[in-house]
């Protein structure tokens, strides 16, 4: 930092020099030239650097929960100019004392909180740093500028724990919210299938209700072009035809090698009756 050439020193710039004469302090030297006459006594003690300096403390500590935590505080501070010589001399090893003062807050602090807690209120952990090390090292000439605590480490093990917590909860969560989708589908496809068999039936009765009409209308205006016949001759005659015409489309387009239908010399008359009866009960049900 500095040298002797002639008789004078150099000092750097945030720097100071520590000053002595006939081994008493002296003076400190600001950034610059000085002389410095040895042979009358005076002599450079050391130096002091102004910057500021950052120290980085590990302190492992138990939790009230009795979780075993490795707290990693940050610690920037800097020496005062206008007290360069109670910086130099009254303290041997700076970075050791804060050390020391930094376990003795930490572990008084983290004992008394859980585990969760230590990481909610690390900010408060980490003002109780500053404000103990700014009352105990003002008196040393040093200046605290900051505290952060950077990093909480629980035990492996605990870690492990914890994230396997985690990870059950959010599974937890995940199969709640896609046992709510699957009953949604569900719901939604029974609506669906329920809509659909509604409109299939309506379907159904518009059909049956135009075939009455239809066929009504067939008998009444066969008995007007045709005089002396009763309705009863025209729907016997129009469910024979209708009875041929389905035996022909079945042998037409039945995908079965054979079909079995009662046929006979009354089974006609029969399919004529039961025709009739629907019919008749599809029309009171409409009126």
């Given at each position: 930092?500095?040298?002797?050439?002639?008789?004078?020193?150099?000092?750097?710039?945030?720097?100071?020099?520590?000053?002595?004469?006939?081994?008493?302090?002296?003076?400190?030297?600001?950034?610059?030239?000085?002389?410095?006459?040895?042979?009358?006594?005076?002599?450079?003690?050391?130096?002091?650097?102004?910057?500021?300096?950052?120290?980085?403390?590990?302190?492992?500590?138990?939790?009230?929960?009795?979780?075993?935590?490795?707290?990693?505080?940050?610690?920037?501070?800097?020496?005062?100019?206008?007290?360069?010589?109670d910086?130099?001399?009254?303290?041997?090893?700076?970075?050791?004392?804060i050390?020391?003062?930094?376990?003795?807050?930490?572990?008084?602090?983290?004992?008394?909180?859980?585990?969760?807690?230590?990481?909610?209120?690390?900010?408060?952990?980490?003002?109780?740093?500053?404000?103990?090390?700014?009352?105990?090292?003002?008196?040393?000439?040093?200046?605290i500028?900051?505290?952060?605590?950077?990093?909480?480490?629980?035990?492996?093990?605990?870690?492990?724990?914890?994230?396997?917590?985690?990870?059950?909860?959010?599974?937890?969560?995940?199969?709640?919210?896609?046992a709510?989708?699957?009953?949604?589908i569900?719901?939604?496809?029974?609506?669906?299938?329920?809509?659909?068999?509604?409109?299939?039936?309506?379907?159904?009765?518009?059909?049956?209700?135009?075939?009455?009409?239809?066929?009504r209308?067939?008998?009444?205006?066969?008995?007007?072009?045709?005089?002396?016949?009763?309705?009863?001759?025209?729907?016997?005659?129009?469910?024979?035809?209708?009875?041929?015409?389905?035996?022909?489309?079945?042998?037409?387009?039945?995908?079965?090698?054979?079909?079995?239908?009662?046929?006979?010399?009354?089974?006609?008359?029969?399919?004529?009756?039961?025709?009739?009866?629907?019919?008749?009960?599809?029309?009171?049900h409409?009126?």
């Amino acid at each position: 930092m500095g040298q002797f050439l002639c008789c004078c020193i150099q000092v750097d710039q945030s720097t100071v020099a520590i000053k002595e004469r006939f081994g008493r302090f002296d003076d400190v030297l600001e950034p610059g030239c000085h002389c410095m006459p040895w042979f009358l006594g005076s002599q450079l003690a050391g130096h002091l650097t102004l910057r500021l300096q950052q120290l980085d403390v590990r302190c492992e500590t138990k939790t009230k929960d009795n979780v075993f935590v490795t707290v990693v505080a940050s610690i920037q501070y800097r020496a005062l100019a206008d007290k360069a010589s109670d910086a130099f001399y009254k303290l041997s090893n700076t970075r050791t004392q804060i050390q020391a003062y930094v376990f003795d807050v930490i572990r008084a602090s983290v004992p008394k909180l859980d585990l969760d807690d230590v990481f909610e209120q690390k900010n408060d952990i980490a003002k109780a740093v500053e404000d103990e090390l700014e009352k105990a090292m003002s008196a040393y000439g040093y200046q605290i500028v900051q505290t952060l605590i950077v990093d909480i480490e629980p035990d492996e093990h605990v870690k492990r724990a914890m994230n396997e917590i985690n990870a059950a909860s959010r599974m937890r969560l995940a199969t709640k919210e896609k046992a709510e989708a699957e009953k949604i589908i569900q719901i939604k496809r029974a609506e669906g299938e329920a809509e659909s068999k509604y409109l299939a039936g309506l379907g159904i009765a518009r059909q049956r209700q135009a075939i009455v009409d239809g066929l009504r209308d067939s008998v009444l205006g066969f008995s007007v072009n045709v005089p002396g016949t009763t309705a009863k001759d025209v729907m016997d005659m129009v469910l024979v035809t209708q009875y041929f015409d389905t035996m022909k489309e079945i042998g037409a387009t039945s995908k079965s090698s054979a079909v079995f239908i009662p046929h006979g010399p009354g089974a006609v008359r029969d399919v004529a009756a039961q025709i009739r009866d629907g019919l008749l009960q599809s029309q009171v049900h409409h009126e």
